[in-house]
């Protein structure tokens, strides 16, 4: 059996990390933003139907028939940049991160770690992690398959390696052996496309595109899916809002075709998928697939924040996580 982890925002949330909508928030407050009177009315426009990303997708789609409005783009990159070194910088300072290290424990019980994120919040608090801390590991280590560490001109302190610039190695695009991999779906605010240092950023609303381009995110989807359908495979899915249809089209063909199992973390635990479903019309009166999914693929779920079941004491609700874990 196969127990695997998909992570989003929510995840992140638990320390502070920010959600689309506050992520919408703070670039509202950029001085070049506000310097902007088209960003802002951009950003205001697709608040309702998207946020920040359905605007940085309009203004993509817009530059490659106006590249005069290149700059407008350069300056919202910018700022989405800003928005993640501004969380990185706080996540390097957490000091009580995992106190009891009952949450870097749980990371160490996947076989492999997958995630819509895109901060270093795992790169500094649980990469860094003594393995004499987590028990017996299966693991002798963590990788990042098919990504190098971009050469520095000093060498990073032994904590920080992992956050510093990262590119792709199309010549190992492998999991190394006796590694818990770790794959990041959208790519990293520490990764880029080359030494020019082009971000590898997947953000917008053509997200499947995108990837299509950068061979490493193509390969980190197909083994997403390879993962997914073994036959034998739990997935425990934390802080995913369950926005995106690329990633829901594999996890609805594993549970329906694959006998993929699953664990949800979220405020509205195993209703989520009815919780996010389209109103009730004549024309989708039906459940919706993702709906279908959950119906009978979940096999447990937790509404309560990470914090709140594995801090400062054991608690009651740590038992269906156990549980997620034994065949």
Known sequence: MSCLLLLGA????????????????????????????????????????????????????????????????????????????????????????????RVRTLLAGFEAIFTLNQDLLLEYQYFTASPELLGQRRFHGISIPGMRPVPQPAQPMPDHRWAVPYMPDENQFQIAA?????????????????????PMLIMGGNKVHAIDRVPVLTWYQQEFRAYLCRGDSRLMVIGYGFRDDHINAVIIDAVTNHNLKLFIVSPDGAEHAKKIAPPVSPANAGPTPLEVAFKHGVIGASRRNLLETFGQFETIEQAKFERFFRA
């Open 178 to 198: 006796g590694t818990q991999p770790y794959f990041k779906l959208h790519g990293s605010s520490n990764w880029q496309h080359d030494q020019q240092g082009g």
């Open 10 to 101: 929510g995840f992140s949330r638990n320390w502070g990390g920010w959600l689309a909508a506050e992520a919408f928030e703070y670039l509202l407050g950029c001085p070049e933003i506000v310097a902007n009177p088209v960003l802002m009315e951009l950003l205001w426009r697709n608040q309702p139907t998207g946020g920040f990303e359905n605007a940085l997708d309009e203004l993509q789609v817009s530059v490659r028939f106006k590249p005069e409005r290149a700059p407008e783009l350069q300056l919202l990159d910018g700022a989405v940049r800003s928005m993640f070194n501004d969380m990185n910088a706080k996540f390097l300072r957490y000091m009580n991160f995992d106190v009891q290290n």
